[in-house]
């Protein structure tokens, strides 16, 4: 490996080039990066040039190439060479012919692509930033530069070449949205197109260790999470991925490619490409409701729109909540939840024996899709809708539950908001009641062997689902330590490990001491309390003097540490 050395009188420093110049081989430069990405969170950091190709600049780290060793350095050289290869012979030109270019040569006039390796936070693969695509006179955070970021734990292992293609796709959107037709592409969708680029290159054939399998596994954790409010989070990227294969299963790349070239954006965007690339009837609207469908059934047999084509998706099936109706006589059970825009919620009834009465209420003028789907006691399903007609509630009834008819899905969705999504959106309430109405009397052994019947299905029930959570490891987080954000409205094992740690640290941080394992108002003024009594460990360095009460960096660092020292 050369470097390029400067000899001053006083002794031997390394140069350092401005960013927006070419870089020459060995030459170590001074890039800005974000700190939301960066595992210390820095703002910058200086890297040194370690390969140069027909496309690409690859510069990595100084700090962290200099403390590995002679192999481990010549081997990353090795992965980033192949990388680079990579990204030439397939990533470059797949991507390109299909989405539109990049914009070349750019705003530094230099066609080829620098790409900065550095230790990013735990889960983050990489990232791209819209500002360097400007001038410092403009952004003086800007890098000048035509820029990808990855993760210093990606680019040793087989998700290197998708993390790529991923941040790669954000760089030809920039170009084809914003930057030609002067038009701000909604995060979500931008987000989905770039997670569909890994399978489009074919990185998800081998679906053991692809980002394909990590984003269903996420998904699963979290299925409920708003597609179209984008924080960034992995539970974010899981909906994203999920819905973008089924879109594509469905209907084509090419819905991805219209919209990218649509004057519109988001929703309205899909809606125009469904319409121009002749799906008659289809919307954005029935897509969304239909995938809501298809991630608990995923069977053809019921229509070609409740499956996954991909068969790396094939055996998917979503565990819905399960709610469970007294075994006899009339009962009525209400359950009330709240969601967001473009969020699937899956609700199943088991349990009860007559006439089964679903009222459905919201509460103000929302636009709802109710589905619903009924399962017969040979374990088939009749799928159905409620219609509202325009009012706030609903009501259908489902005759012989129990018996002929076993179990009850409910998937409503709120879909009253179609643009200008942001990183929070409210939620909404509402209302379910189901209730068992009295029906005709019945011989006293056929009650019993009724009740019989429906105690042994709700022990197998409750027994698949366990035996489900178990081996995707739902249920199973430690409260050992904190590794992931937290807000409000978020729901879990997590948030149930941080009421127990907030409920610990006494009735002056959480008073209510509440553990549900739903992250709600008094949680979350809880955390303010948390962060104001460590204000200068948690608040102080981000320039607040008041909690916020969301759980970050700062934040999660003061709890592990409080945890290890009563460990």
Not at 162 to 176: D, G, K, P, V
Not at 290 to 310: H, P, Q, R, S
Not at 498 to 516: C, I, M, R, S
């Amino acid at each position: 490996m050369r470097f390029l050395f400067f000899f001053i009188a006083c002794g031997i420093f390394l140069g350092f080039a401005p960013a927006s110049q070419a870089a020459s081989f060995g030459q170590v430069q001074k890039f800005l990066v974000d700190p939301m990405f960066d595992v210390s969170a820095r703002e910058e950091l200086n890297a040194v040039l370690v390969h140069e190709s027909s496309l690409l600049y690859i510069s990595v780290e100084q700090d962290w190439w200099n403390s590995l060793d002679a192999v481990l350095q010549s081997a990353l050289q090795n992965n980033l060479q192949l990388l680079a290869g990579e990204f030439e012979r397939t990533i470059y030109p797949t991507l390109t012919s299909t989405f539109g270019p990049e914009w070349s040569p750019g705003v530094d006039g230099d066609p080829k692509i620098t790409i900065l390796v550095h230790r990013m936070k735990k889960g983050a693969g990489g990232y791209f930033r819209e500002v360097d695509e400007h001038l410092k006179l403009e952004f003086p955070d800007s890098n000048e530069k035509e820029m990808l970021y990855l993760a210093s734990d990606f680019v040793n292992t087989s998700l290197a070449k998708a993390a790529l293609a991923h941040e790669f796709t954000h760089l030809i959107t920039y170009n084809q949205k914003e930057r030609l037709q002067k038009i701000k592409e909604e995060a979500w969708l931008d987000e989905m197109r770039a997670e569909y680029a890994p399978t489009l290159l074919g990185y998800n054939n081998t679906f053991e260790g692809s980002n394909l399998e990590r984003r269903l596994k996420i998904f699963l954790q979290n299925p409920s999470n708003s597609l179209v409010e984008w924080q960034g989070e992995e539970q974010d990227y899981g909906v994203a991925s999920l819905f973008v294969h089924y879109l594509t299963d469905q209907y084509g790349v090419g819905v991805l490619v219209d919209s990218l070239h649509s004057e519109s954006v988001g929703i309205p965007s899909l809606d125009e490409a469904l319409k121009q690339r002749g799906f008659s009837g289809v919307d954005f609207r029935k897509a969304f409701t239909d995938w809501t469908i298809a991630v608990f059934l995923n069977d053809c047999a019921y229509g070609k729109e409740y499956c996954y084509l991909n068969q790396n998706l094939k055996s998917l099936r979503l565990n819905p909540t399960l709610h469970l109706l007294p075994l006899g006589g009339t009962s009525r059970l209400e359950v009330s939840y709240s969601t967001k825009n473009w969020a699937g919620n899956w609700l199943k009834f088991v349990g009860g024996q007559g006439t089964l009465s679903l009222k459905f209420q919201v509460f103000g003028s929302l636009t709802f899709q109710v589905p619903y789907l009924v399962q017969a006691a040979d374990g088939t399903y009749k799928i159905k809708f409620l219609d509202l007609a325009g009012t706030q509630r609903g009501e259908f009834f489902v005759l012989d539950f129990g018996k002929e008819q076993k179990a009850l899905l409910i998937i409503p969705t709120l879909q009253s908001k179609t643009l200008g999504f942001g990183e929070s959106e409210p939620l909404f309430p509402f209302l379910l009641t189901a209730s068992i109405l009295e029906t005709a009397p019945q011989k006293e052994e056929d009650v019993i062997r009724g009740l019989q019947a429906q105690l042994a299905f709700l022990q197998s029930e409750i027994a698949r689902v366990l035996e489900e959570l178990r081996a995707r490891g739902v249920g199973t987080t430690s409260c050992a330590s904190f590794g992931t954000n937290l807000v409000l409205g978020m729901r879990g094992s997590e948030v149930r490990c941080l009421q127990e740690f907030l409920k610990n640290q006494g009735a002056q941080v959480y008073p209510e001491g509440l553990v549900t394992g739903y992250f709600g108002v008094l949680t979350r003024q809880a955390v303010m309390r948390f962060q104001e009594k460590y204000a200068a460990e948690i608040l102080t360095p981000l320039g607040f003097q008041r909690g916020t009460g969301y759980i970050g960096v700062l934040t999660r660092a003061k709890m592990n540490a409080l945890l290890g020292s009563s460990l």
